[in-house]
């Protein structure tokens, strides 16, 4: 997507990071692509019309698209009248601001921390980084398609709970490591589906693996998400994702042992670690505004907001259910620019 508009999905920084990344809101998560999107308004038949593209993980940390950057991104791409032009035209796009969000997955505390994201594309080959996550599409893609098939590899750093706790209790259970995911993504993207020839709805579904040796699990997340232009000045677009995880991913983030226990005076819970499980569930919702006035050039004003419920066993856990909350809130802001 030759669009920089850009919420950043960004995931927390080494030690915590959050999402530094719903400037993306969209994930502004997980691992989406990077896509086109192309705008109302009459376009020569040359120019290409695909959306932009949104980790999300998340809220709980845009890692792996708890927040799609798809819907958050306006597609600006300038025209190209160049007959001989096989793939979708090379961009880059990068967003600066600031996000505000739980201290980890499952806090009830807050942070304000900046946000940075950057993304391209290179010969019809996208990329795309959010926080400390990568993607690469490894399918080109073509000028003018309207059906975007998207795979390739995906890597992540999980920094929950790995940098400064405020919460005493949760403290006392000491910091986890920082975690190294590797994995992959899979995805479909249709433009012109509801409200014009512009618009676009995609599908995605990533999942994940430590290979860090941390909580040694994996991590899965489908995601749909849906974007429009609403004029040659405006773009929005929502998002809905779900986080699965494995039993290790479980106990090592919500399981308290004995040990812990009398250190925090949380009491013992290993429900969370019992079984592979939905431990969360995402809305979102990006726009962009160009100061321009044509979301296809010049600078454009980002933001967005995501709403995650921490689910199931892992809400039931102590660190969620005694001394956090399983309603996580993220809200950014900041402005982009595509060149």
């Known amino acids: 997507m030759p669009n920089?508009?850009?919420?950043?999905?960004?995931?927390?920084?080494?030690?915590?990071?959050?999402?530094?990344?719903?400037?993306?809101?969209?994930?502004l998560a997980a691992p989406a692509a990077a896509e086109d999107a192309a705008l109302p308004y009459d376009l020569p038949a040359s120019a290409d019309?695909?959306?932009?593209?949104?980790?999300?993980?998340?809220?709980?940390?845009?890692q792996n698209t708890e927040i799609d950057e798809n819907i958050l991104?306006?597609?600006?791409?300038?025209?190209?009248?160049?007959?001989?032009?096989?793939?979708?035209?090379?961009?880059?796009?990068?967003?600066?601001?600031?996000?505000?969000?739980?201290?980890?997955?499952g806090?009830?505390?807050?942070?304000?921390?900046?946000?940075?994201?950057?993304?391209?594309?290179?010969?019809?080959?996208?990329?795309?980084?959010?926080?400390?996550?990568?993607?690469?599409?490894?399918?080109?893609?073509?000028?003018?398609?309207?059906?975007d098939f998207k795979f390739g590899p995906t890597i992540s750093l999980r920094g929950d709970r790995s940098g400064k706790i405020d919460d005493p209790q949760v403290a006392a259970l000491g910091k986890r490591?920082?975690?190294?995911?590797?994995?992959?993504?899979?995805?479909?993207?249709?433009?012109?589906?509801?409200?014009?020839k512009y618009d676009q709805i995609g599908y995605r579904m990533s999942a994940s693996k430590d290979v860090s040796g941390r909580h040694g699990s994996w991590t899965a997340s489908p995601t749909i998400d849906y974007g429009t232009p609403l004029s040659k000045r405006a773009y929005i677009g929502v998002s809905a994702s779900v986080n699965f995880y494995g039993k290790g991913?479980?106990?090592?983030?919500?399981?308290?042992?004995?040990?812990?226990?009398?250190?925090?005076?949380?009491?013992?819970?290993?429900?969370?670690?019992?079984?592979?499980?939905?431990?969360?569930?995402?809305?979102?919702?990006?726009?962009?505004?160009?100061l321009s006035g044509d979301l296809r050039k010049?600078?454009?004003?980002i933001g967005g907001a995501q709403y995650g419920r921490i689910a199931s066993r892992f809400a039931k856990s102590p660190i969620v259910a005694d001394v956090g909350s399983a309603d996580q809130w993220l809200f950014g802001g900041g402005l982009a620019y595509q060149f």
């Open 4 to 27: 920089l508009t850009v919420l950043f999905r960004l995931a927390r920084p080494a030690r915590s990071l959050p999402p530094l990344a719903v400037f993306i809101l969209a994930g």
């Open 49 to 62: 019309t695909t959306l932009a593209t949104g980790e999300d993980e998340q809220a709980a940390y845009f």
């Open 73 to 105: 991104l306006p597609p600006a791409r300038p025209q190209d009248d160049d007959p001989e032009r096989k793939w979708s035209r090379d961009y880059f796009a990068v967003a600066v601001g600031v996000l505000n969000t739980p201290k980890y997955s």
């Open 107 to 147: 806090s009830d505390d807050r942070r304000t921390l900046p946000a940075f994201y950057f993304r391209g594309r290179v010969s019809g080959f996208s990329f795309s980084t959010r926080g400390t996550n990568l993607v690469v599409d490894l399918i080109r893609q073509r000028r003018g398609q309207k059906t």
């Open 177 to 196: 490591k920082v975690a190294v995911e590797l994995g992959l993504f899979a995805g479909v993207t249709q433009t012109g589906v509801l409200t014009s």
């Open 249 to 290: 991913f479980g106990r090592y983030y919500y399981d308290i042992d004995a040990e812990d226990s009398a250190a925090s005076g949380l009491p013992v819970y290993d429900g969370a670690g019992r079984k592979a499980t939905a431990g969360k569930y995402t809305l979102g919702i990006a726009g962009a505004y160009s």
């Open 298 to 301: 010049g600078f454009t004003l």
